[in-house]
Every structure is written in structure tokens, then in C-alpha cells.
């Protein structure tokens, strides 16, 4: 029976864990056998890879030095934009516009024709101070003939008075003789001869009385024309200047281009009522340069006459070459309507911008160059 077996035959709990073990020593384990099978090796341990990665990592280091070396000698912002003075085109005069001479984008030369507002008001007021000029210049002329008139009288009047004052002297001198001798030999001179005397020498000093009288009249007409003359030569010239107006006015009612460029903003048509001030067109002229506004730490080595590239997004093909023509003074903020104020609260550093002007060296035709395009200028501030 099992009971009586002996102790010795019995296999021990030790003995068989002893057992187990050395099964697994001797049995490989079939799950690490399978991972080995599918671990690959490190790509890092093949000399082509490590080649490979070292030539990329030279040429990404000539590359980085060629790099720095072009991008340090540049200094470039892509917040720039074309400017330029753009003419505003208004009437002086309201009216009704009778023609128009352009259309939209059209190009323009400086002096032609763009626009005509009916003239026939000015037309008329021209007309009616022409004939007040006229008018004046007559009368004029009319006072000019009675100062001739009135300056023969004078001379006249002038010549009887020396007459009449010749007669009277004669007549005075033998008054005085006669008054001489009637005291000194009273048998000498009758009453008669004495009486005549007198007479004489009271009628001629009357008559040359009344020839200055006359001369006196004379002159006074001839001031007097010489009077009316100033006031109508005033006249005359009110009615000049009122000429000038209506000419100017007539003017006016033409409008034509200031300067060589092209239109844009077109907002006229014939048949519209304009009034004066009010915009009908505006006139982009040939003149543009580019204002970049440059961090004021890109301004170091930034001077006047640098050569500057500028690229722009309407224009194909490489950029277009400009120079840098003035750096304003002062960054932009210190223009705003409410300029920053820091003595007041905490400050804090902000790297400001400062308008930089570029003028092209020459513009291409087939470029469609207008104020607010987008650049993007680079200026070379190390050769």
C-alpha cells in the first residue's frame, strides 16, 4: 500500500521545483526567440548612413556661412509701400459739364484737356465788362478833348490877361503922371485930361481882372477834367479787373491735367452738375518713389545713395533697382494726432519705425506702378 511505501522513494516538493529549472535552462524560450527574429539593425551602424549624414550637415554649414555672409551685407522690410503726391481734381466753378475728354486709367500729359463746364454765364459777364471798359475808355477819351478845350481857353484867357494887365500897368503909369504933375504944377493937367486918365487906369485894371477871372475859370476846368479822368481811369480799371475775373472764370470752366501720369478715381460724366470743390477725378503722376519703414536698429549702417533692390508683386521679372534718397527725422510715432507720452506711467522699450524714402532709378513701362502696392525693398548697406 502507498502508506507503507518508504519515505526514501517518495519524490520531495524541492526536488521537483529542482526539476522544473533545469527543464527551462535547457528549453529556449520561444517568445524571445520570435522578437530576435524580428529586431532589425541600427541604421546609424552603417558607414554610408554616417557619410551620408555628414555631408548633409557640411553642406548645411556652407550653406548657413554663404547665407549669413549675402543676408548680413542686406537690410530689408516687407512694410513698404509706393507713394506718391496724387493730384485731387476739382472745379473752381459750378456748372454743368458739357464734355469730358478722358476716361478711366487713361494716360494724360500736362496741359490737356479733361473736362469743360458750361461757359455762357461767364460768357456773358465777360461781354458786359468789355463793354463797361469800352464805355470808360470813351469817356476817357471825351475828357481828354475837354482838357485840350479847356487848356486853349487857359492859354488864351492867360494871353488877354498879360494884354489887359499890360494896358492897365500903361494906363496906372500915366495916372501916376499926371497925378504927379497936378501936384506940383496943378495949370499943367486940366481936370479933364486927369479924369480920362483915371478912367483908363480903372477900366484896364477891371479888364485884366476879368481876363484872370477867365484864365482862373479855364484852369479850374481843366482840374476838374483832370478829376473826372482819375475817376474814370479807376472805373476803367474795375472794369479791367472785373475782366481779368471773367477771363479767369472762363478758365475755370476748363479743366486740364497739372501734370504728366494717369487718371484714377474717375467720378465725372457729362450732364453731372459739379460745384466747386468737389472731387472729379484724381491723377497719379509719373513721379513715385517707395516709403519702407525700417526698424530704427536696421538704420546703423542705412545712409543716403545706398543702391536698393525692390521687389514687387505686379511687376514679373527681377527686381527693380532704386536708392535710398532721404531717412526722415524722427520715427512715426512722433507724428500721430496723440503722440505717446512716457513720462507718464511704465515704460516699456518698443524698437520704433522710421520712414525711409526710395526713389526707383527708372520705372518700366509694362510696370503697373501705383501709389499703395505692396514692396519689399532690400538695401545694401555692406559691399
Request: proline content about 6%; charged content about 20%.
Amino acid at each position: 500500500m502507498a502508506e507503507d511505501e518508504p519515505e526514501s522513494k517518495r519524490p520531495s516538493a524541492e526536488g521537483e521545483a529542482q526539476d522544473d529549472k533545469a527543464l527551462s535552462k535547457d528549453k529556449p524560450d520561444e517568445g524571445k526567440q520570435d522578437g530576435d527574429k524580428l529586431k532589425k539593425p541600427s541604421p546609424f551602424k552603417n558607414p554610408l548612413v554616417l557619410v551620408g549624414i555628414g555631408a548633409l550637415v557640411l553642406v548645411l554649414l556652407i550653406g548657413g556661412a554663404l547665407w549669413w555672409s549675402q543676408a548680413r551685407r542686406w537690410q530689408s522690410t516687407d512694410d513698404a509701400y509706393v507713394d506718391g503726391h496724387i493730384v485731387h481734381l476739382a472745379p473752381q466753378v459750378s456748372g454743368l459739364v458739357t464734355k469730358v475728354l478722358v476716361t478711366d486709367n487713361a494716360v494724360v500729359r500736362a496741359g490737356q484737356p479733361l473736362v469743360e463746364i458750361d461757359a455762357s454765364t461767364a460768357r456773358v459777364q465777360a461781354e458786359q465788362a468789355n463793354a463797361q471798359a469800352a464805355q470808360a475808355d470813351a469817356q476817357i477819351a471825351q475828357q481828354h478833348a475837354n482838357i485840350a478845350g479847356a487848356t486853349a481857353t487857359y492859354q488864351q484867357a492867360r494871353a488877354d490877361a498879360d494884354g489887359a494887365a499890360a494896358q492897365a500897368q500903361e494906363a496906372a503909369d500915366d495916372l501916376a503922371r499926371y497925378q504927379h504933375l497936378r501936384a506940383t504944377a496943378p495949370q499943367a493937367v486940366s481936370a479933364q485930361q486927369f479924369d480920362q486918365a483915371l478912367a483908363a487906369a480903372r477900366n484896364t485894371a477891371a479888364q485884366y481882372a476879368a481876363a484872370l477871372k477867365k484864365a482862373q475859370n479855364a484852369a479850374q476846368q481843366i482840374r476838374a477834367a483832370q478829376a473826372q479822368i482819375g475817376a474814370l481811369q479807376a472805373q476803367r480799371r474795375a472794369s479791367q479787373a472785373q475782366i481779368d475775373q471773367t477771363n479767369i472764370t472762363l478758365g475755370d470752366t476748363r479743366l486740364v491735367s497739372p501734370v504728366d501720369g494717369h487718371i484714377a478715381h474717375f467720378n465725372v460724366a457729362p450732364g453731372n452738375y459739379v460745384q466747386p470743390g468737389q472731387e472729379l477725378m484724381a491723377i497719379v503722376p509719373n513721379d513715385l518713389w517707395v516709403t519702407a519703414n525700417y526698424k530704427e536698429t536696421q538704420l546703423e549702417l542705412m545712409r543716403v545713395g545706398q543702391r536698393v533692390d525692390v521687389k514687387i508683386d505686379a511687376c514679373r521679372g527681377s527686381p527693380l533697382r532704386a536708392h535710398v534718397d532721404s531717412i526722415q527725422r524722427g520715427a512715426g510715432q512722433a507724428f500721430a494726432l496723440l503722440p505717446p507720452e512716457n513720462a507718464t506711467g511704465n515704460f516699456v522699450k518698443v524698437v520704433q519705425r522710421v520712414p525711409v524714402k526710395i526713389v526707383f532709378d527708372r520705372i518700366p513701362d509694362d510696370c503697373p506702378l501705383g501709389p499703395g502696392l505692396s514692396v519689399e525693398p532690400k538695401v545694401l548697406v555692406r559691399p
